[in-house]
């Protein structure tokens, strides 16, 4: 049972870890709720060619509801920010 346990938590620190390290270049610029949203985000910053990259860390989708409120955090690579805010806010 304790062996168990020890290999769970053993695993997801390793995951956080190896998540960590990959994601240390990229800095979080947005985040979308819906595919709407982030498909206009995502339009704006391919079409100034801003290269980004987009992860779903939550998916709480519900049946009941037609709404896609599914999250997509979109983030760019450090030093890279000050060409995303123009785009986003239209400046």
Known sequence: MYQVLFVLILFTLIISIVKLMLNRKWTLIYTAFGYDTYFAIAAKLKSAGVKYKT?????????????DNTQYDVYVKKGEEHLVYPVLHGK
Do not use: E
């Open 55 to 67: 992860i779903t860390p939550l998916n709480f989708r519900d049946a009941v509801h037609s709404k």
